[in-house]
């Protein structure tokens, strides 16, 4: 917990997704049946570990974050994992240098609401160019960064951009509690 608080920032948390959360994300979603999955903001690998329990071993998986402490945790407890020390910013990049230009779905943890609006459009658009017709795009929202600017700003962000976006209720088994954003381009 004290590398969440030195860095909130960067992690824009104060702990861990919780195992509902992590749950949640991976029964949203046809994982089984992916080919190629990726996550931004894999933080320690907490909700890595449960996606990977669901995507096909045959899948693409590989996940970006930017705390390199965060890095070595996830590939430590996700070996399966490819993770990677960069922004989110750059999917495509990686994408690329294993032969793909798309993926079936992005998974992100980020911290939205501490971006200025020139962040989350650039990597709100870097999300977009990687998703096929009918690609998914989930994302935690913490349930009081509704009420914030950012968060608002984000939202209106998703429902111009998305053909369909939907919220679940509030998960209150997480700290702080959550909501979690299920969009289709």
């Given at each position: ?123 709100l658009s870097s999300i977009l160019d990687v998703l096929p017709p009918g690609g998914e795009f ?48």
């Amino acid at each position: 917990m004290d590398h969440f608080i030195r860095n909130i920032r960067k992690t824009g948390a104060v702990s861990s997704c919780s195992s509902e959360v992590a749950r949640i994300l991976a029964e949203s979603l046809d994982l089984a049946n992916f080919d190629t999955v990726v996550e931004l903001g894999s933080g320690t690998g907490a909700i890595t570990k449960k996606l990977l329990e669901y995507v096909s071993p045959n899948a693409l998986f590989l996940a970006l974050e930017l705390n390199e402490h965060f890095v070595e945790q996830t590939k430590k407890s996700c070996p399966k994992a490819l993770v990677y020390h960069d922004s989110a910013e750059n999917v495509k990049k990686y994408l690329n240098k294993h032969g793909k230009e798309t993926c079936n779905c992005v998974i992100s943890t980020l911290p939205w609401t501490l971006f200025n609006e020139e962040l989350q459009k650039k990597i709100l658009s870097s999300i977009l160019d990687v998703l096929p017709p009918g690609g998914e795009f989930l994302t935690v929202s913490y349930t009081f960064s509704s009420l914030m600017p950012a968060g608002r700003r984000f939202r209106s962000l998703m429902r111009g951009q998305f053909s369909d976006v939907r919220r679940t209720k509030p998960v209150w088994k997480n700290l702080p509690p959550l909501y979690i954003y299920h969009c289709k381009k």
